[in-house]
């Protein structure tokens, strides 16, 4: 069975292969859709079943791993970096997400992207995608992750800029690739600094003791620290770096699916997962994470109060999202940052996965101008009933409603900042506080979508009807839907799971993953664990009740009464806090200004004067060379003598 534990790794990447070379080659492979499809789809569905036979089989107790040590690498002086890959509790558990939820969306692809004339470019760098990321999180070094890494950037640029012929879509992919970039180099330097201080880029041996003793030794810890930080606000869209990610949704559907639930966005919570006891030796850090994770969360779910597009809607849900899983992983409790990981796979899957669901339907009417636009919807849930259900779960999921799979996760991320704050640190009682803001606009805002997209009265012309997507749509979105209901009791509170704090963590990822221990404190204020839980309970179903009743009164007119209510701030909400251009006019606006006249002066004068004054010169004295080049015999008589005399009268007086 071992032997086959290679095909994790490569079978996406042949099938990426197979499809992208045969595509290009054989005009006629193209419109094998079915084909195309079901072999992209079988790229991925089998490493999900090679690894849930290794979960099966895996012993989740222990803290030995299985190695996949396929040839070495690279060989210079004292490093050597190995093409190996590492099975533990964390990276199966990763790679069933990706691959499990990869698969469900390749199904999907199948009928969304069907009639598209790069259909098989499509499923070629879906596949390019699953396999970069299983490089991300299995593998066994920095420099394999980081081909993962660098991997998912290059494939978000392909599929989010996959019609390239629109060009907004080009610039989305643009601005993605760009913002990444910066991210990316925060992370190479921490690598150097790594091997500066410990030697070796290999996980293990970076956070043991030693290796650990080592940076601390080095006085690099913090600053380690903080570019691994740096590089995740970039993958997972934190601020600085987030604005690359609702621009990301300008993508097909299923690609959103992909990057915004199971994939791309997830790398930087892992990447911190991988090397806690890193953060863990640098409070300082930790406490940058926090607060920039709440900051971040904070501003998203205002933004996506203010938004009319599905997606966009979606998206800076997200980004939010995102933001409760770094407050997890500033608070220290890192398995359950992965929780929430798990569970938001699911329901934003299903969520964007249903939104694809919904246009595709609103594109066939040929009636609506923006088939997008949640203000041109309405009353959708007879027309698209499996899409509705599916929507409706995930809806309560992540608005957090018992006892639903958002609510154990973001009970869990609450739990943590609320318990770090009893434990003596008042920020966490702060961050805590606005993180339960922050969840009941998360509750308002997606009741919002989904109320004035399937509720209420028809906005869109009767002419024609939606309806509903075929099952390979379909199903997935049951499938997803289904997930987000039960995959919140792997993670029961500590108080409902009688003792059993979270089964992922005591039974499985707190193998490897070494939280910081509240245990003490919870254990100490356990009522405090029934009150975190009865508020959760009551702002959830409070917000969605009053959401609810709030816009069946008032259909599109509760736009307005929320306009009103937050004022001048609404008018920031919609522009998204202008961020975008605040870096146009600080960042991008000089930049070009100083390439298109000081740098463009700079090439054109010094360094083009340089060369062209180098090959002036060599050209004069060739040209005075050249007048000697007579070609008359008395000439060169008369200069060899005279170089005769002159060699003479040196030897002579010289």
């Not at 499509?122 to 890494?149: H, K, R, T």
């Not at 209510?565 to 606006?589: A, H, L, N, Q, T």
């Amino acid at each position: 069975m071992q032997s086959l534990y290679p095909l994790i790794i490569l079978l996406p990447l042949i099938g990426s292969a197979v499809i992208g070379l045969t595509g290009f080659s054989r005009p006629g492979f193209r419109t094998n859709e079915k084909l195309i499809g079901w072999l992209a789809t079988a790229a991925v569905a089998i490493p999900f079943l090679l690894i849930l036979s290794i979960w099966a089989s895996f012993d989740g107790h222990s803290k030995e791993s299985v190695a996949i040590d396929l040839f070495s690498w690279m060989e210079t002086g004292d490093l050597s970096i190995r093409f190996s890959y590492r099975l533990d509790q964390l990276s199966l558990l990763m790679g069933m997400i990706v691959t499990g939820v990869g698969s469900l969306i390749h199904i999907y692809s199948i009928g969304y992207m069907h009639g598209d004339r790069g259909y098989y470019k499509f499923f070629a760098y879906l596949n390019l995608f699953i396999f970069s990321m299983n490089n991300l999180i299995l593998g066994d070094n920095l420099v394999v992750m980081f081909l993962g890494w660098e991997g998912v950037g290059v494939c978000s640029y392909l599929l989010i800029g996959f019609w390239y012929e629109d060009m907004l879509k080009a610039k989305a992919a643009q601005k993605a690739f760009i913002a990444n970039r910066i991210g990316d180099f925060a992370m190479i330097v921490a690598m150097f600094l790594i091997y500066d201080s410990t030697g070796s880029l290999v996980f293990s041996e970076i956070i043991s003791d030693s290796g650990l003793q080592a940076m601390q030794d080095n006085g690099t810890t913090s600053w380690i620290a903080f570019l691994v930080f740096a590089a995740a606000t970039g993958k997972s869209a934190q601020i600085p770096l987030f604005v690359w990610l609702p621009d990301a949704m300008a993508g097909p559907t299923p690609v959103s699916a992909l990057i915004h639930a199971a994939t791309m966005v997830t790398s930087g919570i892992y990447l911190i997962a991988r090397v806690h006891p890193v953060f863990n030796a640098s409070p300082e850090i930790m406490a940058v994470v926090v607060v920039v994770a709440c900051t971040t969360a904070l501003m998203a779910a205002f933004i996506a109060v203010a938004q009319n597009d599905i997606k966009g809607v979606l998206a800076y849900s997200t980004v939010s999202q995102l933001g409760f899983m770094f407050m997890a992983l500033g608070a220290g409790a890192y398995t359950t940052a992965i929780f929430h990981v798990m569970t938001h796979a699911f329901f934003k899957a299903c969520l964007f996965l249903g939104s694809g669901s919904v246009i595709h339907a609103m594109e066939h009417m040929h009636t609506v101008e923006d088939p997008q636009d949640i203000r041109t919807m309405g009353g959708l849930k007879k027309y698209l009933p499996s899409t509705h259900m599916t929507f409706l779960i995930s809806t309560l999921a992540i608005a957090g409603i018992p006892f639903l799979s958002g609510f154990f996760s973001k009970d869990e991320i609450l739990a943590s900042l609320f318990f770090n704050g009893m434990d003596g640190n008042i920020l966490y009682t702060i961050v805590w506080a606005v993180a339960l803001f922050t969840a009941l606009l998360t509750a308002f805002y997606m009741t919002r979508v989904y109320f004035l997209t399937f509720q209420g009265e028809e906005r869109f012309p009767q002419e024609k009807h939606p309806h509903e997507n075929p099952a390979l749509m379909t199903i997935p979105l049951w499938i997803l839907a289904g997930l987000a209901i039960v995959g919140g009791y792997l993670g029961l509170p500590y108080v409902i799971g009688h003792g059993h704090y979270h089964v992922l963590n005591e039974a499985w990822l707190g193998n490897i993953i070494e939280n910081r221990d509240l245990h003490a404190v919870m254990e100490a204020n356990a009522a405090w664990e029934y009150i975190l839980l009865v508020i959760a309970f009551a702002i959830s179903i409070g917000t969605v009740w009053f959401t609810w009743r709030f816009y069946t009164r008032h259909d599109l007119a509760g736009d307005e009464k929320v306009q009103k209510f937050f004022g001048r701030m609404y008018g920031w909400m919609k522009g998204k806090f202008f961020v975008d251009e605040f870096y146009d006019s600080v960042i991008i606006r000089p930049f070009v200004w100083a390439g298109s006249n000081v740098v463009l002066w700079f090439d054109q004068n010094i360094v083009d004067g340089l060369v062209n004054g180098t090959a002036s010169v060599v050209s004069n004295i060739g040209e005075v060379f050249r007048r000697l080049q007579t070609g008359l015999i008395s000439n060169y008589v008369l200069m060899i003598s005279a170089g005769v005399v002159l060699v003479i009268t040196y030897l002579i007086f010289g």
